[in-house]
């Protein structure tokens, strides 16, 4: 009797480590599982919600002037560049070839980063910038405004005006 009590701890430790494998490969799985959903959901992200702002007209020319404004470039230094997190956002209203949008993204020099806010007026299916302001993160009191009256349309487009 003494011996079938002594075996018996020796058959459990198999048991024991196959049970423990199992569990380790559930554990491995599930994460890999999740990180795979995460990875999805980013690609997913960007494809619906931030790719189409990038490549819209008022992003890239906001984009363009805030590169080339000298009072942005002596304060980020160049290059200057788009931000990848957080993603862009844009509030948009458009009815035919009429419309506005209101966008926010941020941009990066080798002197630091900075928000940057936007608003456009799209008349006859043409863009123009109204509005288009600097923040540095650092200084958030601060901020230089753009001059935006190169951009194509605006001479058409009269002044945003938020709810009117």
Not at 84 to 92: D, G, I, M, N
Not at 110 to 115: E, L, V
Request: glycine share 10%; aromatic share 4%; charged share 20%.
């Amino acid at each position: 009797m003494e011996e079938a009590a002594q075996q018996a701890p020796a058959v459990d430790q198999p048991r024991r480590r196959s049970l423990a494998r199992g569990c380790l490969r559930t554990a491995a799985g599930l994460l890999l599982l999740l990180i795979l959903v995460g990875v999805l959901g980013a690609i997913v992200l960007y494809r619906v919600h931030v790719s189409p702002i990038k490549s819209s007209e008022p992003y890239r020319m906001a984009l363009e002037l805030v590169q080339k404004n000298p009072k942005v470039i002596g304060l980020l230094g160049e290059p200057i560049e788009e931000v990848f997190w957080p993603p862009p956002s844009r509030v948009e209203n458009l009815d035919g070839d009429r419309g506005d949008a209101t966008l926010n993204f941020e941009v990066a020099g080798p002197k630091g980063r900075a928000a940057v806010q936007t608003q456009a007026r799209m008349i006859h299916a043409k863009w123009g910038l109204s509005r288009l302001h600097v923040t540095p993160v650092s200084q958030p009191g601060e901020g230089i405004t753009v001059d935006t009256s190169e951009t194509s349309g605006l001479d058409e487009a009269p002044p945003f005006k938020p709810g009117g």
